[in-house]
């Protein structure tokens, strides 16, 4: 009679050989793994609770006249004159020229937090690409983030920045200078309260989160050094 007792201390027979990655080269399980949420984010319900409605109190604007029609742009030369007609003719009033008008408030375009990106410059990796792997490892953990983690496919993860154009034979185009992570959703929520909350009250001098100008775009983002 065939005993069906597990044997204990041995190792069980491999049957199938996982699957590697194409990009990455690691061993990839036969299951697909979907990380879920599994507890509130006490940032995001904040902000849709308490802080959307004052945001959108202190930035709206009423506009009690119909709005005026856009600025006719009037152009340098006479479009007929077969003079000017190849060359460049650029518009009278320089770039606010054809500056529209922000739009109306509404309850849909109120500030909210939309990403957040984390980048680095390391200038040793112009010399060895291999000097990445000191800012990748941190980006990955202060974030938590990596490629397509938990079955997620929109996650990114950490991208390697490269340079885009020639400047003075220092930096040369698709040459590795950096590092970036960009933070969606809960992650970012979850990334900013740990920032808030515990990062910058234990800085000594912090002069604080420097705001765009009243004047700048209004997508304008909100860059600050750590």
Known sequence: MASLAPRFGRAPSIRAHLRKDRLTGLPRPPVSLVTREFA?????DYYYDALQEDLMYMTYRHEHLPRPPP??????FDPQDPFTKHRRNPPVGGSQAGKELPPPSTPSNVIRLEKVVLHTMVKEALQSK???LGAIMAMRALTGESRQAGGRHNVGGV???????????????????????ELKGRSMYDFVGTLVEFVLPRLREFNGVLLPAPSSNVNSPVLFQV
């Open 40 to 44: 509130p984010c006490r940032l995001e």
């Open 71 to 76: 600025r006719q742009i009037r152009l340098t």
């Open 130 to 132: 291999s000097n990445l």
């Open 159 to 181: 991208q390697i920045v490269r340079g885009r154009k020639s400047v003075g034979g220092w930096i040369r185009p698709d040459v590795p200078v950096g590092v970036q992570v």
